[in-house]
């Protein structure tokens, strides 16, 4: 292992349902031009984040803004602990040099509605290309989430839910709420005429264009 090669302790990347999220990505890319100003809502390690910069900025140059409050997850027994952060710092660095083109990064260490409270305060609203949702998985968060990202999401742009279909609290006797599903159909739902909804798409994950 070198200084060079980045160390994740959780790779959500597709390959337990056969599809790689790069070719996902990839392909979801071409129903607009390439991503140029990216937002990202939950980075944890940094796995996604890297993902996004490796497929992203193979055309020119990208800006990406990550959030995550790196202090906790209802996906993990244990708390998210700062070792989780000190990682993101480190598998960003590498995917950042070892980028194709310039690659701004923007870190953001907040809860994630008030981090995307604050973009849309600083004049941010309609003005990012892509943004990947991957924050809390609790439904009451989620919706916040897909409010702020919704505001910030330029028109042609893609919005991108994982994990629309997690639904691990349930085989453990928790409520339909600590899950994204009821928070995303509900947005869904409001913002029908605004949103085109790609269907068939694989990995559990909800693609959406603003219109
Ligand atoms: C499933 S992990 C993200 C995984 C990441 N996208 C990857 O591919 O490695 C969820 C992350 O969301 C963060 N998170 C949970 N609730 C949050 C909130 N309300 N605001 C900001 N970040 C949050 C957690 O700290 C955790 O790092």
Known sequence: ??????????????????ISIFEIWDRIRTVTESPR???EVGSFEGYSTSAMIRLF????????TCIDSWAGAIL?????????EA???????????????PVQLRKIKSDSFRAMASLIHEGESESFDWIYVDGSHEAKDVFLDAAGAFRLL????ILIFD?????????????????????IDAFV???????????????????????
């Open 189 to 211: 739902k409001i913002f029908y005429d605004q949103l085109t909804v790609f269907a068939g798409a694989g990995l559990w994950q909800m693609y959406l264009r603003k219109n």
């Open 1 to 18: 292992m070198t200084a060079d090669e980045p160390i994740f302790s959780h790779t959500w990347d597709g390959r337990h349902v056969g």
């Open 76 to 84: 993990f027994d244990e708390r998210v602990d700062p070792t989780h």
């Open 163 to 183: 994990d629309y279909l997690w639904n691990d609290p349930l085989a453990k006797g928790g409520h339909v709420n600590q899950t994204p599903k009821p928070a």
């Open 87 to 101: 990682r993101f710092d480190a598998n960003v660095a590498i995917a950042v040099r070892k980028a194709e083109n």
């Open 154 to 157: 330029k028109r042609g742009g």
């Open 37 to 39: 100003k990216i937002l």
């Open 57 to 64: 900025a193979d055309r020119s140059p990208i800006e990406i």
